[in-house]
């Protein structure tokens, strides 16, 4: 086990102690071995008041064609490589806006994970494990949901719009599960209830009567579960204005970008600034096994305006220094360019990229070979990428939940959190 | 144009990044092929074809000359009816005019074989491989572009050109179309069409007052923008004079024209992924359009220029339409596609009576991309994504 964040910088005296009596007194007997971990560390780490954004490349964009060119390889494709404002770093010419914005990345260009299809590294690269039947690993949304969010909150701590992510909070409980809205960041039609507002307050008291004898007679956590689903979607009728961005989308269309990604990536920062702290926002159709070149064309460019306007638009308001903005999709696409003009799925080498909330901009970090077949230089795998994810959060990787008695760290044992694009 | 027994008798190694372009140079004998690094190459055939150095394959032979000047991949060639001269388009955001038979400039070496030379060295003592591997590759004049047409901004995905040579139009990625005078190497007209949608197929009447212009957005993202048009211009004042997919969908209403689902579907079905190749008929009265990108069917529409109308679906290529042409008397209407092979079909009763070539590939095929008839209509030659040009005899 390695990380740079030992377990001291994350626990103070006083979580020792509260953790320590709630272990003590029996009330997380199955989490005996929790002494160190949940709630006092969350407290901990929400102290920190991070948020993230995860900018989700459904299907795998291609390194290719965005920050890792090999121009002039066989390899390499058919766009052309345009200078950043770093200076030194080249992305490609899809990305005008980013490349002027490189100097608040760190990009990673050696990442080397482990599934190589779509259902696998999109469980693969939202947890940090392989999917397995015994453990329900939590996503990471729901691990920043715990460990970031506000639990007092009305408003949802993990948000998705549009996206993929198939394993939700697993083992740390529904509490810290998804809510996701439609795929242009509106509330799905289904949260407004269909009652005057007086009739369902004497439907909820009703419930709550019931399910509290109910709760008394019976332990079992189905009947918290319940419970704790309905009284977030009471809550949520407190905070429907947060999710009302029409007049803001009006301000910042041209901004960022008129296209369904620009507004779910405003609907995002919204969202962080009303205080939710975990946001992801999906972008579908990377999968590009025919017409690569042709679909990342159509892709990449709208999310460049969106992200680069995120990034821009969390600076001004002083929200990007406590906010990390994750750029990936589950796998990356082959150098071997198929006889559909498509790239097929690959993990030997691709790229992430991270901004934000302490992260070192304009670095590159790893480097692939000449043709992009293999990682030449620090390969950083899925456990490596979640390991310094957390970090950047204030997070310890380290910290340990539990599937019954078996403890399972945020980022896999083994994982090396790459320190070098951290502050 | 007849066809009887057509004999493949060329197959020309282009070896590097796709072969997707071709044109026959004022002759049978001589034709240029162009690819997706930028390269264009010609070649000067004998009139009889050697005896092939592998069996069961055309005999290959090696380029005379090489055009330099594009930096990223041809998309398109068109040679005028004297074939001294060549126009490309690339997408390297340039249009290039070429004199292929200007005094050359420079010499190079090349080595576009490199397939067939591993295919004859298996089994050979080391020695033999390595004469066959290290042996020198053809030696080529190099020449330059004679003019340069630049005014687009981005990929030219699309160009054509009028029957009697003046006028050419060209399309691009930001779904600019322009319409230039080859003789002063101007611009007559130039029009947008929607954000985010590209230019995917552009071709002039044979007189030059009438364009078609497909277009398509590679990915439905923005809210209001509909993402695939097909219509005919004014060639002179760059005003569209007749919406194709209005005609062709009578029931949608105009304000339901925007990126929904259903109109998503309505044009699904004529456009497929975008019409990709354009052609008028040598009177000028039909269209053909071949749907692209890669999709079930890979139809051929044949359009009544004057009403707009479909009047006959024909061919059809597995995964997707890449090229097309008509015979010089119109009777015949030839297409390309993702099926390696050239399909030919009559264009009064849609019934296709030749193909040229056979589908190669595992589930998917290799594409012949671009297609070109020699001026005399005994040639018909295809650029092959594999490496390959091959050319046919028509009637042998």
């Known amino acids: ?423 | 144009m007849e066809i009887s027994k057509p004999a493949h008798i060329w197959q020309l190694s282009f070896d590097g990044d796709w072969p997707t372009s071709v044109a026959f140079l004022g002759s049978s004998r001589k034709l240029a092929a162009g690819s997706r690094d930028g390269r264009i190459f010609v070649w000067d055939l004998p009139e009889s074809p050697p005896e092939s150095q592998e069996k069961d394959t055309p005999p290959d032979a090696a380029p005379v000359r090489q055009l330099v000047g594009h930096e990223n991949g041809v998309t398109h060639l068109i040679a005028t009816d004297d074939g001294k001269t060549l126009i490309s388009s690339s997408l390297d955001r340039t249009i290039r005019i070429w004199d292929v038979n200007a005094e050359a400039t420079g010499k190079g070496d090349v080595i576009l074989d490199k397939p067939a030379r591993e295919r004859l060295s298996n089994r050979k003592s080391a020695a033999e491989k390595a004469a066959i591997l290290e042996a020198p590759g053809a030696t080529v004049e190099t020449i330059g572009s004679q003019h340069t047409l630049e005014g687009h901004k981005d990929w030219i995905k699309a160009l054509g050109i009028s029957a009697d040579g003046r006028r050419l139009i060209s399309g691009d990625d930001t779904c600019l179309t322009i319409v230039w005078n080859l003789q002063t190497k101007k611009q007559i007209a130039s029009w947008h069409g929607y954000q985010r949608v590209w230019v995917t197929s552009a071709a002039l009447s044979p007189d030059g007052k009438t364009a078609f212009v497909g277009e398509f957005a590679g990915r439905r993202s923005s809210f209001d923008v509909p993402a695939a048009q097909a219509r005919l211009w004014d060639a002179q004042k760059g005003q569209m004079t007749l919406d194709l997919l209005k005609v062709w969908t009578p029931t949608v209403k105009d304000e339901d024209r925007v990126d929904s689902y259903g109109y998503g579907q309505a044009w699904g079905k004529l456009l497929s992924r975008g019409l990709v190749c354009a052609r008028f008929s040598p009177d000028g009265t039909l269209l053909a359009v071949g749907q692209g990108g890669e999709t079930d069917k890979g139809q051929i529409h044949l359009v009544n220029v004057e009403s707009g109308k479909i009047e006959r679906t024909v061919s059809g290529h597995q995964s997707g339409a890449c090229d097309v042409r008509f015979s010089a008397d119109g009777r015949l209407v030839l297409s390309s596609g993702r099926d390696t092979v050239i399909r030919v079909c009559q264009v009064a009763d849609g019934k296709e009576i030749a193909t040229l070539g056979k589908a190669r590939g595992g589930q998917f095929k290799d594409w012949f991309y671009g297609i070109a008839i020699s001026p005399d209509e005994q040639f018909v030659a295809a650029a092959d994504i594999a490496g390959l040009v091959h050319v046919w005899q028509l009637n042998s």
């Not at chain 1, 992510?165 to 289904?190: E, H, V, W």
């Not at chain 1, 008394?216 to 009302?244: G, I, T």
Request: proline share 4%; glycine share 10%; with cysteine.
């Open chain 1, 1 to 423: 086990m390695n990380s740079n964040c030992p377990i001291n910088e994350h626990l103070n005296r006083r979580s020792l102690l509260k953790s320590s009596l709630v272990t003590a007194s029996g009330a997380s007997l199955m989490n005996w071995g929790g002494l160190f971990s949940s709630d006092a560390h969350a407290a901990e780490a929400g102290k920190k008041n991070k948020h993230c954004i995860l900018i989700w490349l459904n299907g795998g964009c291609s390194q290719f064609e965005t920050f890792d060119m090999k121009i002039g390889r066989p390899t390499g494709g058919l766009f052309r490589d345009i200078s950043t404002n770093t200076g030194e770093s080249r992305v490609c010419e899809l990305m005008p806006n980013i490349a002027q914005r490189m100097d608040k990345l760190a990009v990673i260009r050696s990442m080397k994970t482990s599934q190589i299809d779509h259902p696998g590294g999109i469980y693969l690269m939202h947890t940090g494990y392989q999917e397995t039947a015994a453990v329900r690993f939590p996503e990471i949304g729901a691990i920043v949901a715990k460990y970031c969010g506000e639990k007092k909150s009305d408003l949802p701590n993990f948000v998705k719009i549009s996206s993929n992510g198939n394993a939700g909070a697993g083992i740390i409980g529904p509490q810290y599960s998804p809510f996701s809205l439609d795929k242009d960041g509106r509330l799905p039609t289904f949260s407004e209830s269909y009652l005057a507002t007086p009739i369902e307050t004497r439907r909820h008291g009703l419930r709550d009567f019931m399910e509290e004898r109910y709760a008394k007679a019976h332990k079992a956590e189905p009947a918290r579960m319940h419970r704790e689903s309905y009284d977030r979607a009471r809550r949520l009728q407190n905070v429907r204005q947060a999710f009302d961005v029409d007049s803001e989308w009006e301000k910042y269309r041209d901004r960022y970008g008129n296209s369904k990604l620009g507004r779910r990536l405003m609907t995002a920062r919204c969202l962080v600034e009303a205080g939710v702290s975990f946001v992801e926002v999906g972008q579908s159709g990377y999968d590009t096994h025919a017409d690569n070149f042709e679909g990342h064309k159509s892709l990449v460019p709208t999310m460049d305006i969106g992200w680069a306007a995120l990034l821009d638009d969390l600076s001004e308001r002083g929200l990007l220094q406590d906010t990390l903005v994750v750029w990936m999709g589950e796998i990356g696409r082959t150098p071997r360019i198929n006889n559909r003009s498509g790239r097929d799925h690959y993990v030997r080498s691709w790229s992430t990229a991270l901004a934000g909330a302490g992260v070192k901009g304009g670095i590159v970090y790893g480097e692939s070979d000449k043709d992009g077949i293999d990682v030449k230089d620090k390969p950083v795998t899925e456990g490596d990428f979640f390991g310094t994810v957390y970090t950047a959060l204030g997070i310890n990787p380290l910290e340990e939940n539990y599937a019954g008695v078996r403890p399972i760290p945020l980022a896999p044992f083994g994982h090396t959190v790459v320190k070098e694009i951290l502050a």
